[in-house]
């Protein structure tokens, strides 16, 4: 089965960029969402298609997604921003949807 | 405002079964797919089932392919997920979620989720 591989933690410093990477077999291949979840509340939808922000989302986050990587940037970091982040991905070979483990950014 | 209400999370006994709803209101229910995500207590998220705007293609993860099945009544605005032959593994809050489009493809991509229900297998 297809797998998607995050690093289990990413810590920042207030105002710095965070960067979470996510990877996968040929992920450039296919598109990537990325979605935070805060402690307590349910997660949100933070970019889709590898670098579309819905409405209502900052531009402070972006994507990006070729070869085997798929990025998540947090310019500008703040601590309203810690949370845990994952990646998905449609797995074109089972037709199904693929989460990544998950990364908890803490912001120091 | 879009939102999703989830019902029927419960204690079940292994082998069991449960059935999980989820109220839509806010956006035309019929339009778009929509999944059911877990997550099980300490770990991440894992998608379980999805089925499509008209409810006529549905997928499952290995996990529960056999023992789950997802369905919807555009009529009544409500997802439904049967739970049978219930593990432990299987313990849970599991989210209902709209999805962006109305089948499900590489575009695909989880844009409202629901607060999300208990299922303890015990």
């Known amino acids: 089965s297809y797998e998607l591989t995050q690093p289990p933690s990413v810590s920042v410093s207030p105002g710095q960029t965070a960067t979470i990477t996510c990877s996968g077999d040929?992920?450039?291949?296919?598109?990537v969402s990325w979605y935070q979840r805060r402690p307590g509340q349910s997660p949100v939808l933070v970019i889709y298609?590898?670098?579309k922000r819905p409405s209502g989302i900052s531009e402070r986050f972006s994507g990006s997604n070729s070869g085997n990587t798929a990025t998540l940037s947090i310019r500008g970091t703040q601590a309203m921003d810690e949370a845990d982040f994952y990646c998905?991905?449609?797995?074109?070979?089972?037709?199904?949807?693929?989460f990544g483990g998950g990364t908890k950014l803490t912001v120091l | 405002e879009v939102l999703l209400l989830e019902s029927g999370g419960d204690l079940g006994q292994p082998g069991g079964s449960l059935r999980l709803s989820c109220a839509a209101s806010?956006?035309?229910?019929?339009?778009?797919?929509m999944s059911w995500v877990r997550q099980p207590p300490g770990k991440g998220l894992e998608w379980v089932s999805g089925?499509?705007?008209?409810?006529?293609?549905?997928y499952f993860a290995d996990s529960v392919k056999g023992r789950f099945s997802v369905s919807r009544d555009n009529s009544k605005d409500t997802l439904y997920l049967q739970m049978n032959s219930l593990k432990a593994e299987d313990t849970a809050f599991y989210f209902c979620?709209?999805?962006?489009?109305?089948?499900?493809?590489?575009?695909?991509?989880?844009?409202?989720w629901g607060q999300g229900t208990l299922v303890t297998v015990s």
């Open positions: 979620v709209k999805d962006r489009r109305f089948y499900y493809d590489t575009r695909s991509a989880f844009d409202m």
């Open positions: 806010g956006f035309t229910f019929s339009s778009y797919a």
């Open positions: 089925i499509s705007g008209h409810g006529g293609n549905s």
């Open positions: 040929k992920l450039g291949d296919t598109y």
């Open positions: 298609e590898d670098a």
């Open positions: 998905q991905a449609w797995d074109t070979s089972s037709a199904y949807v693929v």
